[in-house]
T-cell receptor
Framework: AQKVTQAQTEISVVEKEDVTLDCVYE???????LFWYKQPPSGELVFLIR??????QNEISGRYSWNFQKSTSSFNFTITASQVVDSAVYFC?????????????FGAGTRLTVKP | IAGITQAPTSQILAAGRRMTLRCTQD?????MYWYRQDLGLGLRLIHY???????GKGEVPDGYSVSRANTDDFPLTLASAVPSQTSVYFC???????????FGEGSRLTVL
């Protein structure tokens, strides 16, 4: 069975601070994909990144970076120099290749509040 | 480009009533999904469809049914609503594994 755990329910930081959102996953599959989605206060869900299980290179996109470590089954998300607009709920998700149903499993989400 | 359209946006429903949430996509994606979002539980998959004419059960299918008569439409039906089905429902589509999901704006359902 697949499982995604986001242990941090809520995080609050002051603008310009760096913040890391943790994601730990469980799967028996050797081929799988990890995702991060953002849900701003307006409610829509926005795709941020996809990473496959064979690519452990870290990725950076502007102020966002992702650290994928298979040894610890983690796919953490760091926001550098946070801004108020980063306030949102962030979801980590997992999808595995042997899932006939293309089931994407989500974590419970981390609510990030960035204060001015 | 509309992407995914869900209707209604919000609905209050008496327990025991039948309700259908509508979902239409214009991206010609093969796969479509219904998730419910509840505080502290994240998004949980209700039903999915890999392609038109096929459907399958997700994590929490009880009390819900779906159909996929064509590529674009994927309605979710609550045959007899119960208060525990109060939630925000998101429809999503994907071009296929391992593509990212594209979500609708959600339907907030309250069952009294």
């Amino acid at each position: 069975a697949q499982k995604v755990t986001q242990a941090q329910t809520e995080i609050s930081v002051v603008e310009k601070e760096d913040v890391t959102l943790d994601c730990v996953y469980e799967t028996r599959d050797t081929t799988y994909y990890l995702f991060w989605y953002k849900q701003p206060p307006s409610g829509e869900l926005v795709f941020l990144i996809r990473r496959n299980s064979f690519d452990e290179q870290n990725e950076i996109s502007g102020r966002y970076s992702w650290n994928f470590q298979k040894s610890t089954s983690s796919f953490n998300f760091t926001i550098t120099a946070s801004q108020v607009v980063d306030s949102a709920v962030y979801f980590c998700a997992l999808s595995a290749s042997t899932d006939y149903n293309n089931d994407m499993r989500f974590g419970a989400g981390t609510r990030l509040t960035v204060k001015p | 480009i509309a992407g995914i359209t869900q209707a209604p946006t919000s609905q209050i429903l008496a327990a025991g009533r039948r309700m259908t949430l509508r979902c239409t996509q214009d991206m010609r994606h093969n796969a479509m999904y219904w998730y419910r979002q509840d505080l502290g539980l994240g998004l949980r998959l209700i039903h999915y469809s890999n392609t038109a004419g096929t459907t399958g059960k997700g994590e929490v299918p009880d009390g819900y049914s779906v159909s996929r008569a064509n590529t674009d439409d994927f309605p979710l039906t609550l045959a007899s609503a119960v208060p525990s089905q109060t939630s925000v429902y998101f429809c999503a589509s994907s071009p296929g594994f391992p593509g990212e999901l594209f979500f609708g704006e959600g339907s907030r359902l309250t069952v009294l």
